[in-house]
């Protein structure tokens, strides 16, 4: 089954966990996952069983300091506060 994915949740904890995501690019897997470094988006059940044999490559350390980066507590509530901050 596929689906818009509203957020991810699911994404980061694999990344943080160093584990590359595979995913279609629906939702929000392309503002999670960057392509070729924290997992791979494809479009079709070929395509991303061509990028599971390629995943094994990625570097853990990437995947988990992308998510520290990006999806902290500190970078999520900074970023909200800029978004509230813009609304206002």
């Given at each position: 089954m596929?689906?818009?994915?509203p957020f991810g949740m699911v994404m980061i904890e694999a990344l943080a966990a160093g584990t590359p995501?595979?995913?279609t690019p629906r939702?929000?897997?392309p503002e999670i996952i960057e392509h070729g470094v924290t997992g791979f988006l494809a479009s079709g059940?070929?395509?991303l069983a061509s990028c599971l044999q390629r995943a094994s490559g990625l570097d853990r350390h990437d995947?988990?300091?992308a998510v520290e980066t990006r999806f902290?507590?500190?970078a999520m509530t900074r970023?909200?506060?800029e978004l509230?901050?813009?609304v206002l």
């Open positions: 596929q689906w818009d994915e995501v595979l995913a939702g929000s897997a059940t070929d395509a995947c988990r300091s902290s507590a500190e970023k909200y506060v509230f901050e813009d």
